[in-house]
C-alpha cells in the first residue's frame, strides 16, 4: 500500500496561510497600486488591475511557498494584467469608432431613403408609408385607399421601382 502522508506534509509546508499572504502580498497593494497607475493612467483600472493580481495570486497560494521572489511575481502578474487592460481598452475603442461609422452610414443611408420616399408620387408614397409606419396589410391598405387588393399590390411594386431607381441615380451621382 502507498503511504501518502509525507506528500501532504510536503504540500503543506508549500502552501501560505492567510497571514502569510497578508504580510507578504497584500502588504504589497500600495506598490502594486502605484506601478498599475503608471502603466494605466487611470485610477479606477488600476485599482481593478491591482485587485485581479491580488485574486489571481490567491488562487495560486500553493505555489507562492515555492518562490524565493513572490514579490517579484506579484509585479510580473501585474505588469502582465495592465498590459491585458490596455489591449483590451485599444480593442474596445476600435469597435465604437467603427459602431460610430456604422451608425453615420446607416443615418445617412435612412435620410436618404427618406428624400427618395418623399419623391415619390403621392399615392405611392402613401403606400409606403402605410405599410412600414403604420404597419398596415394589403388589406387594410386597399381598404382605405378605396383600391383593390392587387392594385395595391402592383402600385407597391411601382412604388419600389421607382425608389430603387432614385436611389440608383442618387449612387451614381455620388460616384461621378
Known sequence: ML????????INRLVITTEQFIKEIVSLQPR????ADRMLRNHEEADDAVQDTLTKLWRMRWRL???KNAQGYAMRILQHVCLDKMRHSQVEQKAL????CQEESFNAGYERLAEAIALLPERQRKLIEMKYR?????A????????SASNVNTAMSRAYATLRQILNDDNEEVRQ
Request: hydrophobic share 45%; glycine share 10%; aromatic share 6%.
Open 140 to 147: 387594410e391598405m386597399a381598404e382605405a385607399m378605396g383600391m
Open 65 to 67: 511557498g515555492m518562490m
Open 97 to 100: 469608432s467603427e459602431m460610430s
Open 134 to 138: 403604420d404597419q398596415m396589410s394589403s
Open 3 to 10: 503511504c501518502i502522508a509525507p506528500v501532504y506534509g510536503y
Open 32 to 35: 502594486l497600486r502605484v506601478v
